[in-house]
DNA sequence: CGGTCTGTTGAAAACGATCAATACGTGTGG
DNA sequence: CCACACGTATTGATCGTTTTCAACAGACCG
């Protein structure tokens, strides 16, 4: 671990952090000098939809959705945001989605601008910036793919499979969401209905038991690793 | 236009391909020497699915298919890939998509390694990288948001306004269409059967007409960009 | 001329969406 | 502490869209 100060606050980060990997205590210094904190509460906005892109944010702990909303009502989640993800890459003009916090969030804020020049002079950072884009890219794919060709049930089983993967502090016999069914259903281009019943049918099947709403065991992992199948 | 020379062959740039847009003579030439030129007929692999990931392509002509194909015979069609777009930039060991032309198909192929390298000595190359990123991250989210929400009269008039945009050559009253039903079908998550009768009703609405069955006119661009809508 | 590949059309089935009612959970104010 | 209200989740009934299965038409090629 190593302790990361900001104009704010301070911070530990791990290895597992993919923008901070491997990076040295006087790499870690500058990248923190230009870094700022912010704190938000549940179901805030960290930036909306339409608002100018020049910042890039890391994500230190909570939970958040990057989603876009149309003019007609329908919402997309194009990702829940996790700890260690980094959001604004992109250099466009203006953000196409927003991001809101789910949980309790605390993100890292760069300037963008300035944390691509940085990139250009710490050669770990660059290459870890260039590894968060293959993961997010692999990761976006993975959506198509769920979206154009999976069934409802398969589409909850693959997200049960990867909240296992990301969440933290998700293992089989516990996964607290943090999400709505809502937001599950807009994640998976499904309704809350559906995601709802196809929830019912594999408690039915035994696969995976519901104690509180929030609180999903998963009974059967191998069952629902074979339904969420991408491969 | 400048002249690119490459070991194999001489190909003409504008600054219409992102990758090359801005740069100097020299900077060109740097380029080019590192670049391989690859020349493919209808329906061959550029890679497949699985193959170890060290190359990237940029396309010079033609039109091919980015698709993934399930152990289970299901086929997802991530983008259609069209000159000027960039191929490869994951850095993931091997390819989780395998690339096919449609067309003839005439590449630029690098060893990624090479064309990373040198986008750190060339600060306009690294700046085109970073900018053709993000117009993919940008049209995949698109792709999702599709995927997710959108009925399937949507997304077949989302998909003829995509090739007005995409399709060298392509204008309202005459767009040829280099893909198959299939492949259309495979893009946007439907059968054949549904993007064939889609077709149907957007003829017999007097939206397009179809004279051959690959050439597509649109009459009434105006009503075909509101259901193709995304904002 | 027959064969294959691609596209279209029809009928039936299935899946997911929609509409509507009900249950559950949490927090508030009486 | 209970009653109530509000937001969220579940369940049921029905509807509509898309898929599936099947037949056929047209283009291209040997």
């Given at each position: 671990?190593?302790?990361?100060?900001?104009?704010?606050?301070?911070?530990?980060?791990?290895?597992?952090?993919l923008?901070?990997?491997?990076?040295?205590k006087?790499e870690?210094?500058?990248?923190?000098?230009?870094?700022?904190?912010?704190?938000?509460?549940k179901?805030?906005?960290?930036?909306?939809?339409?608002?100018?892109?020049?910042?890039?944010y890391?994500?230190?702990?909570?939970?958040g959705i990057?989603?876009?909303?149309?003019?007609?009502?329908?919402?997309?989640?194009f990702?829940?945001?996790y700890?260690?993800?980094?959001?604004?890459?992109?250099?466009?003009?203006?953000?196409?989605y927003?991001?809101?916090?789910?949980?309790?969030?605390?993100?890292?804020?760069f300037?963008?601008q300035?944390?691509?020049?940085?990139?250009?002079?710490?050669p770990?950072?660059?290459?870890?910036?260039?590894?968060?884009?293959?993961?997010?890219?692999?990761?976006?794919?993975?959506?198509?793919?769920?979206?154009?060709q999976?069934?409802?049930?398969?589409?909850?089983?693959?997200?049960?499979?990867?909240?296992?993967?990301?969440?933290?502090?998700?293992?089989?016999?516990?996964?607290?969401?943090?999400?709505?069914?809502?937001?599950?259903?807009?994640?998976?281009?499904?309704?809350?209905?559906t995601?709802?019943?196809?929830?019912?049918?594999?408690?039915?099947?035994?696969?995976?038991?519901?104690?509180?709403?929030?609180?999903?065991?998963?009974?059967?992992?191998?069952?629902?690793?074979?339904?969420?199948?991408?491969?």
């Open positions: 671990m190593v302790q990361l100060s900001s104009p704010y606050k301070s911070i530990s980060f791990g290895d597992d952090c923008l901070f990997k491997q990076m040295s006087c870690l210094d500058r990248l923190s000098k230009s870094a700022r904190l912010r704190v938000l509460t179901q805030q906005y960290l930036f909306t939809q339409h608002a100018p892109s020049d910042r890039l890391n994500i230190v702990s909570g939970v990057m989603e876009k909303v149309s003019e007609n009502g329908r919402r997309q989640i990702t829940f945001v700890p260690g993800d980094l959001i604004g890459l992109s250099n466009t003009e203006k953000y196409s927003g991001v809101k916090s789910l949980s309790n969030l605390t993100v890292y804020e300037k963008r300035n944390l691509l020049a940085l990139a250009e002079e710490l770990t950072l660059g290459a870890n910036l260039r590894e968060i884009r293959s993961d997010v890219t692999t990761h976006t794919f993975e959506h198509v793919y769920l979206l154009g999976l069934k409802a049930y398969e589409r909850v089983c693959f997200m049960l499979i990867q909240l296992l993967n990301r969440l933290p502090g998700a293992k089989p016999d516990k996964i607290d969401l943090p999400m709505t069914r809502t937001d599950i259903a807009d994640y998976l281009g499904l309704t809350v209905e995601v709802s019943r196809t929830f019912s049918q594999l408690k039915r099947d035994g696969l995976i038991s519901i104690t509180s709403n929030n609180t999903i065991s998963i009974l059967n992992l191998e069952s629902i690793e074979d339904l969420a199948s991408t491969a």
